[in-house]
T-cell receptor, first 111, second 113 residues
Framework: NAGVTQTPKFRVLKTGQSMTLLCAQD?????MYWYRQDPGMGLRLIHY???????AKGEVPDGYNVSRLKKQNFLLGLESAAPSQTSVYFC??????????FGPGTRLTVT | DQQVKQNSPSLSVQEGRISILNCDYT??????FLWYKKYPAEGPTFLIS?????DKNEDGRFTVFLNKSAKHLSLHIVPSQPGDSAVYFC????????????FGTGTRLTVIP
């Protein structure tokens, strides 16, 4: 039982490049989430999904897109990366809306 | 605007003593509160939670207290152990069916052996 895994762990992008972060969970959770954490700030919700095929915007959705084609996977896309998107990205999943389980994070640097 | 605030960025405590981490919130719609613990280079892990219908929840060495009138909650760890050294985040959920966890900025706890 791996829990929540994230791929890749580190990535450096140039401004304007695109990339996709992959989150996978093996706990059969309905809910999945993408957060970003910046220095001196708490985690902020980017997008979330309440089930396969559904997505919704969180607190800071601009510049990101998501897809949930399979229940166990939640993808976060950056179409045109900007330096302001330099951050640590965390994926989480939960059975209900409480007690989310987090992945280890992806450290993204945009130069 | 930060709806969940942790005003102490850091706290140092001697091993064996009590650690008290504080959290304040501004949104009266929050009705479920959680504490997460985070080690470097790892994701946050769930520690303990409390519903707004309670004022205390205890799990082993960890106790969370909720004062709704003051919009304040606290996490007590007793006795503190060196392995408790981590960043602690307070988080809140607004109402049934909500999915957006609002996090505080975290408090770094250092337990000195």
């Amino acid at each position: 039982n791996a829990g929540v895994t994230q791929t890749p762990k580190f990535r450096v992008l140039k401004t304007g490049q695109s990339m996709t972060l992959l989150c996978a969970q093996d706990m059969n959770h309905e809910y999945m989430y993408w957060y970003r954490q910046d220095p001196g700030m708490g985690l902020r919700l980017i997008h979330y999904s309440v089930g396969e095929g559904t997505t919704a915007k969180g607190e800071v959705p601009d510049g990101y897109n998501v897809s949930r084609l399979k229940k166990q996977n939640f993808l976060l896309g950056l179409e045109s990366a900007a330096p302001s998107q330099t951050s640590v990205y965390f994926c989480a999943s939960s059975r209900l809306e409480y007690e989310q389980y987090f992945g280890p994070g992806t450290r993204l640097t945009v130069t | 605007d930060q709806q969940v605030k942790q005003n102490s960025p850091s706290l140092s405590v001697q091993e064996g003593r009590i650690s008290i981490l504080n959290c304040d919130y501004t949104n009266s719609m929050f009705d479920y509160f959680l504490w997460y613990k985070k080690y470097p280079a790892e994701g946050p892990t769930f520690l303990i939670s409390i519903s707004s219908i309670k004022d205390k929840n205890e799990d082993g060495r960890f106790t969370v207290f909720l004062n709704k009138s003051a919009k304040h909650l606290s996490l007590h760890i007793v006795p503190s152990q060196p392995g408790d050294s981590a960043v602690y985040f307070c988080a809140a959920l607004p109402g049934t069916g909500a999915n957006n966890l609002f996090f505080g900025t975290g408090t770094r706890l250092t337990v000195i052996p």
